[in-house]
Each structure stands twice: as structure tokens, then as C-alpha cells.
């Protein structure tokens, strides 16, 4: 059986020209990046943004499991099949961290014969976006400490600075230092840390500004720290955004690849989906948007995490009306959730598939809760039984949800053919999208919301701390603010180890995050990492190169 990569080296690509005349692009609106990628000319909205929408199909999944879930392979897939289909498609993917890359996760360019392609290069340094938020964070970084060096006029409190410095790469030695130490010439000596790179505010910032004017207004209106008397101190008032949206110019145009069965794919932006909003960016959804007929995406995690943020942030930032979204599960993965261990996964075990049902069944419910007809993408596996295949659909029958077996990781578009049927026909029946919450509520209210309604909680708690932060944010006025949860993507709760469908917990809010620039709050539920190690064996121990430029071991 070929490696991924080896099925994305053996493809033959067209020039990137080729795929953007698909979408009615010329030559003239693209900068290219040699043969295979290019971002999109600002230019091109300009010329488009009267045109009427296609239509909006999101892609989520069940809670992630180490099973496996395949949520961007599938919806590779259902691009290439809904091209098999006649149709004029696109797709948008996040772009990968070097930081997962290169540790556990693996890549993020979809699998087997539904991927995006050039593979290695989406999957290392692609167009440089990363290392553009990269530096514009951390140059907000730099004017903080140089402002606490040259007399400090605005009084903040090196003691409640909380902007940190970002690399993306997994380092836990850099979670938390010490800097400016070795003199009075060296700085002011504070504690400050690092997180991951896409756990930056500046890139959930970068995916929801929808201009270059917008962009450096969401910039000025980060919160870098607080004064002795709590007064928050922005990026504006260092009058840094102008020299952040300097390096983040090229980074804001939308990127253009292509799937393996050429059809035109975005990969553009990438915050996380446990602490940021976890969609590709709002530029590159609405200009495909106007491109294509028929636009996949996908969002982060599951449906309560990844699905509730697409259709309560970005869809409300961008005023987007989704379609239809898909439900990816797996049996492998509902045999988990229904108390199998990962060893046993491969044995046919009908009850434990039964139980971990319950987990669909919620995810499908929460996407129904904002008026978007769901279809369930059984994404197969070779060890998956006919008996277990046939009570999941019997399963998904009782539900009163539509389904399809897909196998668009063996077959590419034309494993997806059902599925594409399915969505479709879900396309065009009724939708009644609207939002859970209203922004003008009261913060808990909202947060109240989420938790009972998506996460099935019974309650919210909240700490000493939390509460304090919550009235911070009243004080500044922010309460209208969107609401953007940090949970584990592992369970329905804000425990990991309850799989399944967990029912009456509390959910317990320690902390509360300030993200002014990109509009939201952050409850912090559990133990949030914003910057991962490395495992015992990264999987950047397997990866090389040889003289000929050939990579090996990149998944």
C-alpha cells in the first residue's frame, strides 16, 4: 500500500494557471509561487463580490478520537466527487503548523487519493504565511519590551503583560522563561512564555478580517497588558498595527492549489480549533464563494467545537448561509466512544458501536440546532464489517438523518459519488440558518448557551479567577463580544476521558481570555495547551531528504 506522500509525488499536477481558468481566474490576478501555487490578486473581489453566492457546504466530524476520523480527506473527496458530478466546485482547507507537522498529528492535506497537492510544500513552509504571523506578533512582542526599556509613558504593568512571543514549532521548554536578564542594557527583566503560532490572536485576526483596512483596525485593538490601574493598554495605543500589517500584506491573499483530480482548492489561514475559531480564513471562503457553485470547507475538531465556532463566528462575521454540512464519523471511532480500546478496534464489536453512537447522534443534533440540514459521511475502513456497517446505517435510519459510505481515501472523488448525491439533495431542500446566541446577552448567558445546548452540560461553575476576568471585561465594555470556547476536542465535555455522549456534568470555566482584535472572548475550560512538546518519538525523526530533492517520511 503507497504512503500518502507517495500517492501525492506519483500525481501528475497541472500548472496552477490551468486550475484558476477552471474558476475564471487569468493569468494577470495570480502571483505565483512556481508552477503549483499562487495567492489570489485583492483585485479579484473587486471584480466579483456583486456576483450571487454558491452554495455553502461545511464539513465537521464527531469528537476526535485516536481512531481516526478523516474529516479533511473527506472533504477532498466530496469536492472531486461533486466535480465528477458536472458541478463547478471549490474546496478551503487550513494551512498545517510545522509544530503538529513535525510531532504527532500528522498532516493536513487530506489522504490517500483525496488530497491537496503540492503535498510536501503545504505541509512545510507553502507561502510563507505562518512565519508572517510569526513575525508580526512577535515584533508586537519586541515594541512592548523596547516601550518598558525607554521609560515606559504608558505605565504598564510589566507584571500583567499578557501578550506573549509565538514560535511554530512544539517547544515546552519555551512555555514559560524569564527575559531581559544580564543588565540594564539587556531589558527589563518579567516572566513571559511562548505559544504555538496559530494559537496567535494575530492569526485568528488574519482569518476574520475581510480587508486590509479591517485588518489593521482588529490589529489596534488588541489587548498587549494593563496598567497599575488596570487599564488595558493595545497594539494601537504602541501604534504598532500599521507595521504588523506590513508583514502580514502578502500573507492576507487567499492561497490557490489543487486536489489531486485538479480541482481548485484555498488553503488559507490556520487558528487552532481549541483555543481560536479553527476556520480557514473569511477572504478566501467568500471569494470561492463567488468563484464556484458548490464550496467546501471544513472547520476544526468536532461539530461542538469546530461547527458551533464556523456557524457562530465566522458565518456571523462574514454573513455566510450555509447549506448543508456534513457529519464525518467512522465505525473504528464510535466503537471508542463506546468503550473499546484502541487495540481492539479492528474486531467487529456491534454493542460498543451501538453505544458510541450516542456521540453522532448529539453532533448531528447540534448541527440541526442552527437550522442546517446535516447528512452523515461513513467514512470506511478495510477492517470494518458488513454487520457493523449495516447497523450504523440502520442506525442513521432511526436518526432521520441521510448517510453515505464513503471511500474517498481508496477511491478519490469517485468513492464519494453517494455522498455527493446526499448533499446535493440536502442542498436544496429547506434551510432555516440562524445563530444560538445573541451577542448583545450578558457573557454567561452566552456561555450558558453553548455549554446546555451543544456540550450537553447541566451547569457552568466558575473559578475565583474567571469571575475576576469576566468583570475586567465588563469594565472595558466587551461584553458584547462573540464567544469562542477553549475545550478539549476529545469529549463533549471539559473532561478528555468522558467519550461517549456525558450527560448532567458541570462544565467548569477557570479562566476567561481577552481576544478584542478578533472580536471574541475565550472561557477556558480544562487544560488548554497553546503550546504542545513533542512525543517520545516526533515524527520528525523519520522524515529526510536526498540529493535529488526526494522527501521521505512526511506522512
Known sequence: MLSDIEIAQAAPMQPITEVAAALGLAPEELELYGRYKAKVSPAVWERVKERPDGKLILVTAIN????????????????QALARRGKKVAIALREPSLG????????????????????????????????????????????????LQQGNALGLDPRRITWKRVLDMNDRALRHIVIGLGGRAQGVPREDGFDISVASEVMAILCLAGSLSELKERLARIVVGYTDGGRPVTAGDLKAQGAMALLLKDALKPNLVQTLEHVPAFIHGGPFANIAHGCNSIQATRLGLKLADYFVTEAGFGADLGAEKFFDIKCRVAGLKPSAAVVVATVRALKLHGGVPKAELGRENLDAL???????????????????????????????????????????????????????????????????????????????????????????????????????????????????????????GLDNLLICMAKTQYSLSDDPALLGRPEGFPLTVREVRLSAGAGFIIPVTGQIMTMPGLPKHPAALDMDIDDTGRITGLF
Not at 111 to 126: A, R, T, W
Not at 128 to 141: C, E, F, K, P, R
Request: charged letters at 20%; a negative charge; hydrophobic letters at 40%.
Open 64 to 79: 476526535p478520537t485516536p481512531a481516526g476520523e478523516g474529516k479533511t480527506t473527506t472533504t477532498v473527496g466530496l469536492g
Open 100 to 147: 503538529p507537522s513535525f510531532g504527532v498529528k500528522g498532516g493536513a492535506a487530506g489522504g490517500g487519493y483525496s488530497q491537496v497537492v503540492p503535498m510536501e510544500d503545504i505541509n512545510l513552509h507553502f507561502t510563507g504565511d505562518i512565519h508572517a504571523v510569526t513575525t508580526a506578533h512577535n515584533l508586537l512582542s519586541a515594541l512592548i519590551d523596547n516601550h
Open 354 to 476: 451501538e453505544a458510541g453512537f450516542a456521540n453522532l447522534e448529539k453532533q448531528v443534533e447540534n448541527v440541526r440546532l442552527f437550522g442546517v440540514p446535516p447528512v452523515v459521511a461513513i467514512n470506511r475502513f478495510p477492517t470494518d464489517s458488513d454487520r457493523e456497517l449495516s447497523l450504523l446505517a440502520e442506525l442513521c435510519r432511526r436518526l432521520n438523518v441521510p448517510f453515505a459510505l464513503s471511500e474517498v481515501w481508496a477511491k478519490g472523488g469517485a468513492g464519494g459519488i453517494e455522498l455527493a448525491e446526499k448533499v446535493l439533495t440536502a442542498c436544496e431542500g429547506p434551510a432555516d440558518f440562524h445563530f444560538l446566541y445573541d451577542p448583545t446577552e450578558e457573557p454567561k448567558a452566552k456561555i450558558a448557551a453553548i455549554a446546555r445546548k451543544v456540550y450537553g452540560a447541566a451547569r457552568v461553575e466558575y473559578t475565583p479567577e474567571a469571575e475576576r476576568d469576566l468583570k475586567a471585561i465588563h469594565d472595558q
